[in-house]
């Protein structure tokens, strides 16, 4: 059995323009287990040209999928991975496309191969190109995404960050070796034609000089775009029998329960963290290193509901690819798994709900300084598309130094996701009573406000020690239940709390998303900078002011009345 190995080469420059918006990008990774798991990869992207973010774009995408490829589960198929990746990063393009003009912004063709195994795997959106050539016959593997609109003149039909809803293709082929690949933008193709570059890719020359050669020939060649190309050969391809490759598609089994001084793939148990219907974890050693790590493994309860299995994998995928120094850092496997589980850093500290018992009350800047750092890992997970769902106070851990680290992710929504499968598109309320947006409850997903209204309602409990709409909230369940409950100010429990900091929480609570804050960073800048909107006297609402008045009146027929008594009973 031999491991794969590819011979690569490219290039990416500007030519004639004055900016070069294409990016190109490979992978080969070193380490035995990661070659055979996750294979060599290959990505170009070339920014649209009447995008004003297109260089940006291509960046981006190529930099994404090639650093979240290698931190997909390596239970989930090359297929699964790209168009998992890829989907949640063209939702990325496009939102901020939309900062953008409509038919502006961060936008740019993309084409991928990744080479696993004996196969190739492309993922293609756009004009850029992938070619095969094999004894001499050049094939070119993808279409173009293009539609003519006269006879010299197309334009792109398809991109990356153009629609909320990708449209790929994705499609497989059998290497041999001796193959060559060519992965090119249209700065290329465009100029050379086929016979030249079936000619070109076929000299008997290294990579690296056959991709100067194609260069070259492209500006022979006018080419008036940006040149881009990764070319490769395959030296040797990794082969398994049929009785191996049947046992790798066997789903890993769930690992017993685990008591210390057991081993685990060369983990020994130290001691157990913590155990619930759904999860547990262990404190184990790595027997090789002597390091210690957190394993997560899944409840037996569950062995067979493919949905909780499916979910307990895509955690280890969120872990690894949200990088934030205030979320649970996840320990990529560099050894191959005999059962189900993940590992993660061990986090030394206490749970903020137990911290705030024993700081009651914090001071105010030791509260903020703790919700700072929550808000900021809470936007590590928006920044990719990812919605918490669960945030509390149990699922937050306070280090010995006060930094703080959010260290569970298993209600998490990823946008792309729903996109693929609707059972990631669910609703139901999968986070906790008190603290989860009430909306998830009555049958909506609020996307990020939700995540907001749990770091405001956290926020609140800091420094009041009390929830904003009491316990009262945690037997709710439908709509009328929850328009019967009020906001409590926190000022009423806290007389240091200023006006502005307590509208802002109770902007940050309110039921309907449209009258919450949209994002965690407009939170945050009314947490901790006075707005002059708050700092305004309340006007009265009709109501308040005919009460007002009517009490006033009240009080001065009273006042005429106690003047007429005291007036008659002087002339008695």
């Known amino acids: 059995m031999t491991d794969l190995k ?40 070339d920014g649209v040209s009447t995008a004003e973010a297109g260089k940006e774009a291509s960046e981006t995408a190529v930099n994404h999928f090639m650093d979240e490829y290698y931190r997909t589960p390596d239970s989930w198929s090359v297929g699964r ?8 990063l063209n939702l990325n393009l496009y939102r901020k496309s ?39 016959d050049l094939k070119q593997l993808t279409k173009d995404h293009t539609a003519k609109i006269s006879e010299n003149h197309s334009v792109l039909a398809r991109a990356m960050g153009m629609d909320n809803r990708l449209h790929i293709d994705y499609g497989r082929v059998n290497l041999e070796q001796g193959d060559r690949l060519m992965l090119c933008s249209d700065g290329v193709h465009d100029f050379i034609n086929d016979a030249d570059l079936s000619e070109l890719l076929s000299l008997d020359q290294p990579l690296k000089q056959i991709a100067q050669t194609i260069r070259e020939r492209s500006l022979e060649n006018a080419s008036d775009d940006n040149l881009s190309a990764v070319v490769a050969q395959v030296d040797s391809l990794y082969h398994q029998d049929r009785e191996e490759h049947t046992a790798e598609l066997t789903r890993l089994p769930f690992p017993p329960d685990l008591k210390p001084g057991m081993c685990l793939d060369g983990y020994r148990v130290v001691r157990e963290l913590f155990a619930s219907s759904r999860s547990q974890l262990y404190l184990v050693e790595d027997e090789s290193s002597g390091a210690q790590c957190v394993m997560k493994t899944p409840s037996l309860n569950f062995d067979d509901d493919l949905d909780y299995i499916d979910r307990f994998v895509q955690e280890e995928w969120i872990g690894l690819r949200v990088q934030s120094p205030n979320v649970v850092r996840l320990i990529r496997q560099e050894r191959e798994r005999t059962a189900l589980y993940y590992l993660m850093e061990h986090v030394e500290g206490e749970q903020l709900d ?34 918490h769902q669960d945030l509390k106070p149990g699922n937050v851990m306070v280090r010995p130094d006060g930094s703080v680290v959010i260290v569970d992710f298993g209600s998490v929504y990823v946008a792309g996701l729903a996109e693929l499968d609707q059972r990631h598109a669910e609703t139901k309320a999968l986070g906790t009573a008190g603290y989860a947006d009430p909306n998830y409850i009555m049958g909506s997903n609020p996307g990020f406000a939700g995540d907001v209204y749990s770091l405001a309602t956290i926020t609140y409990e800091m420094f009041t020690g009390e929830l904003p709409f009491g316990e009262a909230i945690n037997d709710c369940r439908v709509a009328a239940e929850f328009d ?8 009423q429990l806290n007389p240091q709390i200023p006006l502005w900091f307590d509208r802002a929480l109770e902007q940050g609570v309110a039921f309907g998303p449209e009258r919450r804050y949209h994002t965690v960073a407009q939170l945050m800048k009314d947490l901790t900078q006075p707005n002059p909107e708050f700092l305004r006297d309340e006007p009265p609402s009709p109501k308040r002011a005919n009460t007002e008045l009517f009490w006033k009146l009240m009080s001065g027929f009273w006042f005429v009345t106690l003047l007429l008594v005291m007036y008659l009973f002087s002339q008695a």
């Open 98 to 136: 939309n900062e953008f003009s409509s038919n502006k912004g961060f936008l740019c063709t993309f084409s991928a191969m990744v080479v696993k195994g004996s196969t190739g795997h492309f993922f293609h959106v756009g004009d850029s190109r992938i070619y095969l050539l094999r004894k001499g």
């Open 81 to 88: 991975s790209g168009e998992k990746i890829l989907s949640t």
């Open 354 to 387: 137990d911290w705030m018992q024993t700081h009651c009350p914090p001071s105010p800047k030791q509260a903020i300084k703790i919700i700072k750092q929550v808000a900021q890992g809470l936007q590590a997970f928006h920044d990719y598309e990812t919605v």
């Open 6 to 45: 590819l011979e690569i080469a490219s290039f990416s420059e500007a030519g004639i323009k004055p900016q070069n918006e294409d990016s190109v990008g490979y992978f080969q990774p070193t380490e035995s287990y990661a070659l055979k798991a996750k294979g060599v990869a290959l990505c170009v992207a």
């Open 484 to 491: 019967r409950l009020r906001y409590r100010p926190a000022a």
